[in-house]
């Protein structure tokens, strides 16, 4: 996907994250509300290692 900011185009990375839609939940303004679930969810093992002001965050 190429998005802009500001006169600069730049693409999104790829989430990897798939969803297939569910049973409709509700409706908004006339259009129904349909559930998102995830198929293939990131893991949450790897954290990513951040500094802040010279000192490792984990």
């Not at 259009?31 to 802040?52: C, D, F, G, I, Q």
Request: glycine letters at 10%; aromatic letters at 10%; zero cysteines.
């Amino acid at each position: 996907m190429e998005l802009h900011y500001r006169g600069a185009a730049y693409s999104a990375p790829d989430t990897g994250v798939e969803f297939s839609e569910g049973d409709v939940i509700g409706q908004y303004r006339g259009a129904a509300l349909k559930a998102h679930r995830l198929n293939n969810a990131p893991s949450e093992t790897a954290k990513p290692r951040m500094k802040y002001r010279g000192a490792w965050v984990q």
